[in-house]
């Protein structure tokens, strides 16, 4: 199917919502909100490659929590 392990939507979510910043990944002309489960249930694959959206106070804590967790789970995001 090529869909990601229900753990690895899991741990993206958790810790998205650990923070107040919205954060949104892009996939084509698709953006989903990465604090809904099922937007993200339904969006990550292992063969795309994401942009990744932070805007808060805390974006740059999120960013960097977010992309250890996309590679840890093989998950590309595309560079700025």
Known sequence: MGGLETKA???INQAANQF???IVIQ???RFIDVKSILGLSVTLFNNQTYKLDIQGPDE???KEV???IFDK???KIAKR
């Open 73 to 75: 789970h093989g998950l």
């Open 20 to 22: 107040q910043s919205s």
């Open 27 to 29: 996939v084509g002309m």
């Open 9 to 11: 939507i899991i741990e």
């Open 66 to 68: 977010l992309q250890g």
């Open 60 to 62: 740059e804590e999120a």
